[in-house]
């Protein structure tokens, strides 16, 4: 149990569906992330935010929107995906203290998306 | 710019044998440099962490790693495999550009029976 809670764990969705992931942190961080990570691939950052601001969005297709509504909660909103889209989306958080970064996140479980 | 290289996708070894995972990195400032883990159908948790403090750092599970300026170096070793070692290993550099985290590509460790 790494405090980072991540819904559902496994997802399969067609290329027309909206669905979202939902991620849960209970270890009172200040910085939430979203990677992904595909085979074979280095681990990819998606968005950052802190203090519920998004501060990163690595270059990131529209057709995945983030959300931050409070510094506990992450959701990834996702539409008319593709089939390249597949993999697992990891959520993370951390406690910056404004003099750069940590480096120490704690990552959840991960949301295995399959796009069909 | 920063960024690491993991030598080696695939690593099998023994149960009880040396664990040797092979990190170098490329940095022209003195880097912050991590290993992470990723268990089976799991995220990843922090294994530990270079900041200069150190030289030879001690992290979970009996890993330890040692900073190598002169090889550019920083390979994470643990004495005797287990089983439960078996899983994929990330080493990790923080950019001082952007302050992301920069992921190498991994290492799959395989323990044998």
């Known amino acids: 149990e790494t405090g980072v809670t991540q819904t559902p764990r496994h997802l399969v969705m067609g290329m027309t569906n909206k669905k979202s992931l939902k991620c849960e942190q209970h270890?009172?961080?200040?910085?939430m992330y979203w990677y992904k990570q595909s085979a074979k691939k280095p681990l990819e950052l998606m968005f950052v935010y802190n203090f519920k601001e998004q501060t990163e969005n690595n270059s990131v297709p529209s057709r995945f929107s983030p959300e931050c509504p409070n510094s506990s909660h992450l959701f990834l909103h996702l539409h008319t995906l593709q089939p390249e889209d597949s993999a697992l989306y990891l959520c993370?958080?951390?406690?910056?203290?404004?003099?750069?970064?940590?480096?120490?996140?704690?990552f959840g479980e991960g949301s295995r998306l399959t796009v069909l | 710019a920063q960024s690491v290289t993991q030598l080696g996708s695939h690593v099998s070894v023994s149960e009880g044998a040396l664990v040797l995972l092979r990190c170098n990195y490329s940095?022209?400032?003195?880097?912050?440099l991590f290993w992470y883990v990723q268990y089976p159908n799991q995220g990843l948790q922090l294994l530990l962490k270079?900041?200069?403090?150190?030289?030879l750092v001690k992290g979970i599970n009996g890993f330890e790693a040692e900073f190598k300026k002169s090889e550019t170096s920083f390979h994470l070793t643990k004495p005797s495999a287990h089983m439960s070692d078996a899983a994929e290993y990330f080493c990790?550099?923080?950019?001082?550009?952007?302050?992301?985290?920069?992921f190498g590509q991994g290492t799959t460790l395989q323990v044998k029976p």
């Open positions: 993370a958080s951390s406690q910056e203290h404004g003099q750069g970064p940590t480096g120490e996140l704690f």
């Open positions: 940095s022209s400032v003195p880097p912050y």
């Open positions: 270890l009172g961080h200040n910085a």
């Open positions: 270079y900041t200069s403090a150190a030289t």
């Open positions: 990790v550099v923080i950019s001082s550009n952007t302050g992301k985290l920069i």
